[in-house]
Nanobody, 121 residues
C-alpha cells in the first residue's frame, strides 16, 4: 500500500504563498487519485482539493478554488498544493491522501501524518 509524507508547512504571515508537497512511496502514485484535506482546531476535517491520476481533472472546495492549486508529478511521486494569498483562517493541519475516487464523499483510503500551516495576521 502507498505511504504518504507531507512537507512544506510552517508559520507565515497573511498574504504570502506556500507550497505543500506530498511524497508517495511503497506503490506507484499514478494508480491513485491524490487529495488534500485540512483540519483546523476544533473543526472537522474538510476537503481542500483532489486530482486524478493524469492531472487532467481536479476538484476543489468552492471557497478555496481561487487561491489554491493542486498538481502532481508522477515521475517524482509527488503531489503539490500551492496556496496563495494565505489568510489566518487557513491555519490548519494539512493532510495528503490517496484513493480511487475524486469525490471526497466516496472516500480516500490512505493518509499522511499531516503538516501544520499557521497563518498570522
Amino acid at each position: 500500500q502507498v505511504q504518504l509524507a507531507e512537507s512544506g508547512g510552517g508559520m507565515v504571515q497573511a498574504g504570502v504563498s506556500l507550497r505543500l508537497s506530498c511524497t508517495a512511496s511503497g506503490d506507484d502514485m499514478s494508480r491513485y487519485v491524490m487529495g488534500w484535506f485540512r483540519q483546523a482546531p476544533g473543526k472537522e476535517r474538510e476537503f481542500v482539493a483532489g486530482i486524478i491520476w493524469n492531472g487532467r481533472t481536479t476538484r476543489y472546495a468552492d471557497s478555496l478554488k481561487d487561491r489554491f492549486t493542486i498538481s502532481r508529478d508522477n515521475a517524482k511521486s509527488t503531489a503539490y498544493l500551492q496556496m496563495n494569498s494565505l489568510k489566518p483562517e487557513d491555519t490548519a493541519v494539512y493532510y495528503c491522501s490517496a484513493g480511487m475516487y475524486l469525490d471526497p464523499k466516496l472516500g480516500y483510503d490512505y493518509w499522511g501524518q499531516g503538516t501544520q500551516v499557521t497563518v498570522s495576521s
